[in-house]
């Protein structure tokens, strides 16, 4: 499934990380479609935008989609809810733009990168993909507040880190002597996801816990095996999430609770506060709404208040029961994700087995083919073979009549001149005796033995000499001889 998912647009990958069931869910799906990638690639990079690859150009890196596919399902994201999500290594704005494209205009989004240029890069692509974006859906993007800070030096004492985060992912790989740092930022019900070590990890937050949180507080999955660059823990700068100061102009981004329990506030501020007793005299008691303060106090007064504040507390009873639901959906989806997968399994067989088929035939008639090919073969093989012989056994014969032409015309020959046999064999003999004993200026002949001239006559057997035929022949001694040859050249004319 991983590194398939490339597309030329982004929603051929939208469609390739559907179809690899990476993405399921259709809140993701639509906030990848609502988020172009190639608005937060490096420079030069954008004609493999949509790549189902990591993108990197010096400290600007950019995650496969199917990782962020995967991390996205795992955050449970809610549509258009007032979750808080916190992106730690925010690198190029990439995950928090589409968080903030499914969380809505309720929600709070922060990001904390380490590198100044990084962060320069992340609010560039940000603002180009909010002015290419509809004028609906940029009117629902939540303000993503990008901070220049080391992640590991958050300040845990002021700022949204003492609320503490529904969501939080974490780009980079986290050492596990660090996990808590980021653990302690989650509320209860908080779902964290991220790189530790070389597992992508999913803590969820089950314990409404006071103080410090434990490991018993946390329930963690592995998603799945991945490998990160680890989080850079110099410069060592401090990061402070700055919390968000209400004003009438905001007032459509804070949660539901907020701008009704503001509204009612507000109408209150203009009753009197005397009120004339109810019409009806069966309820034995009321309650007084008028408010004492002015207008203008209590807007002084919630501007210091969290955008939580007029949430009720929630009893662990309804936290456990949120839990139950949660468990529920997610066996819901393990099981359809089961079944998904048996029906691939036995669609994946059925394929073998027509292929397995499809094979055996073609085997069968490959070897039809071989062994009629192969008879045809052999025949044409004899035929040639017979071909040859008989080419053969015309030039050896052609070769043999040449030789016994030669031979019959030698022994005709020598049958005319038997009678001047004797004549030629004296004449050759001087010939030769007078080659040798000419100061041995052409050719010196040493036994190996005594450095003797040594040298046979052989008088069985006698040729012709002439200037077409080889002189005499002479037999040498059985010694090994040395012929040396001489600087001098002799010619010797010989007569027949």
């Not at 380490?114 to 962060?119: R, S, T, W």
């Not at 692509?125 to 901070?147: F, G, L, N, V």
């Not at 069966?282 to 709404?289: A, D, G, I, T, W």
Request: net charge negative; proline share 5%.
């Amino acid at each position: 499934m991983a590194w398939r998912s490339s597309g030329s647009t982004n929603d051929e990958l939208v469609d390739n990380l559907k179809r690899f069931s990476i993405v399921s869910s259709p809140a993701v799906e639509r906030g990848f479609r609502n988020v172009d990638r190639k608005y937060f690639v490096p420079k030069d990079q954008e004609p493999i935008a949509h790549a189902d690859q990591p993108l990197k150009d010096g400290n600007v890196h950019l995650s496969a989609p199917h990782i962020y596919g995967s991390a996205l399902e795992a955050l449970e994201l809610q549509e258009n809810s007032a979750l808080s999500f916190l992106n730690i290594g925010s690198g190029t704005g990439y995950m928090s733009c589409i968080v903030a494209s499914i969380l809505g205009q309720q929600s709070t989004n922060y990001g904390v990168e380490i590198h100044k240029d990084v962060v320069q890069h992340s609010l560039n692509a940000i603002s180009e993909w909010k002015a290419d974006a509809d004028a609906d859906a940029d009117a629902e993007i939540p303000c993503i507040d990008m901070i220049h800070g080391n992640a590991l030096n958050i300040s845990m004492q002021e700022g949204e880190a003492l609320i503490g985060f529904d969501r939080i992912y974490v780009g980079a790989a986290v050492d596990p002597s660090d996990l808590t740092k980021f653990t302690s930022l989650l509320k209860p019900g908080g779902v964290l996801v991220g790189p530790v070590g070389d597992e992508l990890q999913k803590i969820v937050r089950i314990r409404n816990s006071v103080g410090e949180i434990s490991s018993d507080d946390l329930s963690i999955q592995v998603i799945s095996g991945v490998r990160f660059a680890s989080l850079v823990s110099t410069p060592i700068l401090k990061a402070v999430l700055p919390s968000r100061v209400w004003s009438p102009s905001v007032h459509q981004s804070y949660p539901s609770s907020f701008r009704r329990s503001s509204k009612e506030l507000m109408l209150c501020s203009h009753s009197a506060y005397n009120q004339p007793l109810p019409k009806e005299s069966k309820p034995k008691s009321y309650v007084n709404l008028a408010a004492t303060l002015p207008r203008f106090v209590w807007m002084e007064i919630l501007s210091y208040t969290h955008r939580n504040w007029f949430e009720p507390p929630q009893s662990n009873e309804d936290f456990l029961r949120h839990r139950l639901k949660e468990e529920e959906e997610n066996c819901r989806k393990a099981h359809d994700a089961r079944m998904e997968a048996e029906a691939r399994c036995h669609m994946a067989e059925r394929e073998r087995d027509v292929y397995r088929l499809l094979a055996r035939r073609l085997q069968a008639r490959m070897q039809l083919l071989i062994q009629q090919n192969g008879e045809s073969a052999i025949e044409n093989a004899n035929a040639a073979v017979d071909f040859d012989d008989d080419l053969m056994n015309v030039n050896v014969t052609g070769n043999l009549g040449v030789m016994l032409r030669g031979f019959e015309s030698d022994s005709d020959d020598d049958s005319d001149s038997s009678d001047e046999e004797a004549m030629e064999t004296e004449d050759t003999n001087q010939i030769q005796n007078q080659a040798i004993d000419e100061d041995d200026d052409n050719y010196a002949f040493f036994s190996d033995e005594d450095d003797v001239p040594a040298m046979e006559e052989s008088g069985s057997s006698s040729s012709e000499s002439g200037p077409n035929k080889p002189s005499s022949q002479i037999s040498l001694s059985p010694k090994a001889l040395v012929v040396r040859p001489q600087p001098r050249t002799v010619s010797i004319s010989e007569e027949t």
